[in-house]
């Protein structure tokens, strides 16, 4: 239960069998267990993005970017 890495894990196969807004509590979980990771923010921002919620996926796209400016995992994102 506080593992940021499982619960970035689980937002991916969630969103892939469709469950998306579940895919988008278990990537904000992870986030809150470890908001210092690009990689964790971006699988945030992808479960936003494919669940059709593109302004907040854009606006948290552009708050990762202010706190890790040339990420590499975000330039991608993007």
């Given at each position: 239960?506080?593992?940021?890495?499982l619960?970035?894990?689980?937002?991916y196969?969630?969103?892939?069998?469709?469950?998306?807004?579940?895919?988008?509590?278990?990537?904000?979980?992870?986030?809150?267990?470890?908001?210092?990771?690009p990689?964790?923010?971006d699988?945030?921002?992808?479960?936003?993005?494919?669940?059709?919620?593109?302004?907040?996926?854009?606006?948290?796209?552009?708050?990762?970017?202010?706190?890790?400016?040339?990420?590499?995992?975000?330039?991608?994102?993007?």
């Amino acid at each position: 239960p506080d593992s940021a890495l499982l619960h970035e894990l689980r937002a991916y196969y969630l969103s892939r069998i469709g469950r998306l807004n579940d895919g988008i509590t278990a990537a904000q979980r992870a986030i809150g267990l470890n908001p210092l990771s690009p990689t964790i923010r971006d699988a945030y921002i992808s479960a936003l993005a494919y669940a059709g919620r593109t302004g907040a996926a854009y606006k948290a796209l552009e708050e990762a970017e202010a706190i890790w400016p040339g990420s590499t995992v975000l330039q991608q994102a993007r």
